[in-house]
Nanobody, 114 residues
Framework: QVQLVESGGGLVQPGGSLRLSCAASGINFSINIMGWYRQAPGKQRELVADITSGGRTNYADSVKGRFTISRDNAKNTVYLQMNSLKPEDTAVYYC????????WGQGTQVTVSS
């Protein structure tokens, strides 16, 4: 059974930083491309960053230069370092495999507001 547990969200002022973590179980983590997705109120879920098993990364244009995705295959964990946060980054953030997501975890809320 796939289990994805996201953590690290919170309330932060514009320009601030947060580091999200996602612990995965029930999948062969080390061979999967892992992604961070987000869903803002009233909007569709979107992929913001992904990382291959070998560490190659891709980013959505909206977060490029501000967010950094990384992974620790020994810990079955993927991270998202978010810097220079903007109000438009406010969303629930999820991790999952990509391009074919499994069942979704509960996500972690990120709110960027002064």
């Amino acid at each position: 059974q796939v289990q994805l547990v996201e953590s690290g969200g919170g309330l932060v002022q514009p320009g601030g930083s947060l580091r999200l973590s996602c612990a995965a179980s029930g999948i062969n983590f080390s061979i999967n491309i892992m992604g961070w997705y987000r869903q803002a109120p009233g909007k569709q879920r979107e992929l913001v960053a992904d990382i291959t098993s070998g560490g190659r990364t891709n980013y959505a244009d909206s977060v490029k230069g501000r967010f950094t995705i990384s992974r620790d295959n020994a810990k079955n964990t993927v991270y998202l370092q978010m810097n220079s946060l903007k109000p438009e980054d406010t969303a629930v953030y999820y991790c999952n495999t990509t391009p074919r997501p499994r069942s979704w975890g509960q996500g972690t809320q990120v709110t960027v507001s002064s």
